[in-house]
C-alpha cells in the first residue's frame, strides 16, 4: 500500500525551479516529521531536508540551504520542496520521506515511510 505519493519532477535548466509534492496519509502525516532524500546516479541516498509537525521548524543540507524550502499543508496531508537556483549538480531522484522527530536531521535520520520517488533533472 502506497502511504507517501511524490509529484511534480521533471527536467528543468540550470537556475530554473521546480515544486515537488508529496501526498501522505492522514495517519502517516499528523504523527511524523515529513522529509526530502535525495539520491543522484552512482551516489549514496543524501538528506535534503525536513519539517516537524507541530512548529514547523524545517532542517536543511548545507547544499540546499538558502535555495530549497520545504513546507507542509497540514489540510491537505502534503508536504512541499520547494526549489529555486538549481543546478545541474541537484540531479536526483528525490524521495519523500515521513520519520519520528528527531534531534537532529540528516542522512541518518530513520525515515520510516518512503514515496517512490520523483525524478530531477538540471540541464546546464
Known amino acids: 500500500q502506497v502511504q507517501l505519493v511524490e509529484s511534480g519532477g521533471g527536467l528543468v535548466q540550470a537556475g530554473g525551479s521546480l515544486r515537488l509534492s508529496c501526498a501522505s496519509s492522514g495517519s502517516i502525516f499528523s504523527s511524523n516529521a515529513m522529509g526530502w532524500f535525495r539520491q543522484a546516479p552512482g551516489k549514496e541516498r543524501e538528506f535534503v531536508g525536513a519539517i516537524v509537525r507541530i512548529v514547523g521548524t524545517t532542517y536543511y543540507a548545507e547544499s540546499v540551504k538558502g535555495r530549497f524550502t520545504i513546507s507542509r499543508d497540514n489540510a491537505k496531508n502534503t508536504v512541499y520542496l520547494q526549489m529555486n537556483s538549481l543546478k545541474p549538480e541537484d540531479t536526483a531522484v528525490y524521495y519523500c520521506?515521513?520519520?519520528?522527530?528527531?534531534?537532529?536531521?540528516?542522512?541518518?535520520?530513520?525515515?520510516?515511510?518512503w514515496g517512490q520517488g520523483t525524478r530531477v533533472t538540471v540541464s546546464s
Open positions: 520521506a515521513a520519520g519520528p522527530p528527531a534531534r537532529q536531521y540528516g542522512d541518518n535520520w530513520p525515515a520510516a515511510y
